[in-house]
């Protein structure tokens, strides 16, 4: 499980430090890809796994199933650490992220995924959701929140 709020920087080849405690429960090589929100998802290998399944298991004639994996899996692309512990974040997600070379981006924990966010963004979402997150707990009362 990723816990947690890590301010970093990329530096000017695209890379951004992971973590230690993010590092280990990742494993060696891991998935990047688009994510919601406009902010990058970083997944191990058996979380992008049972993702991609539950991808695969959509219907094919729903347009929408059609939409969602192509926009998780045309961004994907399997990565490692270097010895340093970073890792090179490919242009294509910088750009739909918003992030910038030599900018702070904010890593969060969100359970079974690492999710990348420009601190620019990452602060107006905070700010959005922040005031309301009462409300949104009890529009999800009936799943058990």
């Not at 997944?43 to 991609?52: F, I, N, R, V």
């Not at 729903?62 to 969602?68: D, L």
Request: proline share 3%.
């Amino acid at each position: 499980m990723f816990m947690g709020e890590y301010a970093h920087s990329i530096d000017a080849k695209g890379r951004i430090i992971l973590p230690a405690d993010f590092r280990q429960e990742l494993g060696v090589s891991f998935v990047i890809t688009k994510g919601l929100d406009s902010c990058l998802f970083l997944y191990g290998q058996q979380a992008w796994e049972e993702l991609a399944a539950k991808l695969r298991a959509l219907p094919l004639a729903r347009p929408e199933a059609r939409a969602i994996v192509r926009f998780f899996f045309s961004g994907a692309r399997t990565l490692e650490c270097d010895k340093q512990g970073r890792f090179l974040v490919p242009a294509n997600l910088r750009t739909y992220a918003g992030i910038q070379l030599r900018e702070d981006v904010v890593l969060t924990g969100a359970d079974s995924r690492i999710e990348v966010w420009s601190r620019a963004r990452w602060s107006a979402y905070s700010l959005e959701v922040e005031p309301d997150v009462t409300a949104i707990a009890a529009s999800l009362s009936e799943l058990g929140i």
